[in-house]
Structures are given as structure tokens and as C-alpha cells.
Nanobody, 127 residues
Framework: QVQLVESGGGLVQAGGSLRLSCAAS????????MGWFRQAPGKEREFVAA????????YYANSVKGRFTISRDNAKNTVYLQMNSLKPEDTSVYYC????????????????????WGQGTQVTVSS
């Protein structure tokens, strides 16, 4: 099991930027594929972005493609989500999640595929 702690959320105006961080502890971070998800009130948790163990492979939801960038620093046990050109519809609680992959380059886009989750960080985008 790995423990995950998100940070970097906050209130930003539309068009602005935020960078979320997710710090991992407990087990070897580089063994995990990582993902970012978000959940707005009354809605299901939705996929945002994912990255493979080494960081070579990434994948994005269509709604954030071209605006968000996922990256990781295995030396710092941290995964990041750079969010640019934010829109009011990006307002959600953002969660990072970890999964030990079957293959090293694998990425995962569905919540049930992930084993460990952080507590979430609120992102609010005002219009």
C-alpha cells in the first residue's frame, strides 16, 4: 500500500493555472502507475490523466487534452498535474491514485483499476 497526499488546489479565475502535486510514501513509488481523477458534487468520479511507471506513457481525457499535463518525479516520489486555461467546468475535488501495473508501460483510466487513493484537493474556477 502507498499513502498519497494531494496539494496545490485552490481558487483561480477562468483562464488561470494551477499545479497539483501528489506526494507518495510507504512503498517504492516508481513501481506504480499513477492517475488523476476528479469528482464534482452529485457526479461520478471521472478520469483526468494517467502516467506509466517511468513516465514514458501518458493519457488524457478529451476534456483536458491540450490544457493539462501529467508528469512525475520518481526521485521525489511525486506526481504532478499542471492545469492551464482553466474553465469553470474544471471545478471539482481532484484525487490522485496509484496502481501496480501488469506491464511497465501500462496506464489505467478507470477508478476501479486503482488500489490506493489520496484524500483529494479542491479546485474551484470562477468565471
Amino acid at each position: 500500500q502507498v499513502q498519497l497526499v494531494e496539494s496545490g488546489g485552490g481558487l483561480v479565475q477562468a483562464g488561470g493555472s494551477l499545479r497539483l502535486s501528489c506526494a507518495a510514501s510507504g512503498r517504492t513509488f516508481s513501481y506504480y502507475a499513477m492517475g488523476w481523477f476528479r469528482q464534482a458534487p452529485g457526479k461520478e468520479r471521472e478520469f483526468v490523466a494517467a502516467i506509466s511507471m517511468s513516465g514514458d506513457n501518458t493519457y488524457y481525457a478529451n476534456s483536458v487534452k491540450g490544457r493539462f499535463t501529467i508528469s512525475r518525479d520518481n526521485a521525489k516520489n511525486t506526481v504532478y498535474l499542471q492545469m492551464n486555461s482553466l474553465k469553470p467546468e474544471d471545478t471539482s475535488v481532484y484525487y490522485c491514485a496509484a496502481h501496480v501495473p501488469t506491464y511497465g508501460g501500462s496506464i489505467y483510466t478507470r477508478p476501479y483499476e486503482y488500489d490506493d487513493w489520496g484524500q483529494g484537493t479542491q479546485v474551484t474556477v470562477s468565471s
